[in-house]
Nanobody, 121 residues
């Protein structure tokens, strides 16, 4: 199976930037699409961004498109989320996930522990 470990969260002022990282490990980790989800206090978990493991395709939610960029380094088995122009509504716990189809956001199978992102005004 796939194990995921996220890091890079922290406290940042509105308008600032932050970069999240998630390392995927396990024998079959190279065959999975990777994604970022987030969960704000009192709200359900929501999709943010996804990338096919090949890197050929990406997908973003409307709320982050144009501000966030997802990328991956297959040599390091790592997925990144570059977050620019952060807003207070971006405050959430961010989770990385792995699945067989990058665009099937309800079918992600493996989850990391989450990392807290707090945006202050």
């Amino acid at each position: 199976h796939v194990q995921l470990q996220a890091c890079g969260g922290g406290l940042v002022q509105a308008g600032g930037s932050l970069r999240l990282s998630c390392v995927a490990s396990g024998r079959a980790s190279g065959n999975y699409a990777l994604a970022w989800f987030r969960q704000a206090p009192g709200k359900d978990r929501e999709f943010a961004a996804a990338i096919s493991w090949s890197g050929f395709s990406t997908l973003y939610s409307d709320s982050v498109k144009g501000r966030f960029t997802i990328s991956r380094d297959r040599g390091k088995n790592t997925v990144y989320l570059q977050m620019n122009n952060l807003k207070s509504e971006d405050t959430a716990v961010y989770y990385c996930a792995a699945g067989t189809s990058y665009s099937h956001i309800k079918e992600y199978e493996y989850w990391g522990q989450g990392t807290q992102v707090t945006v202050s005004s």
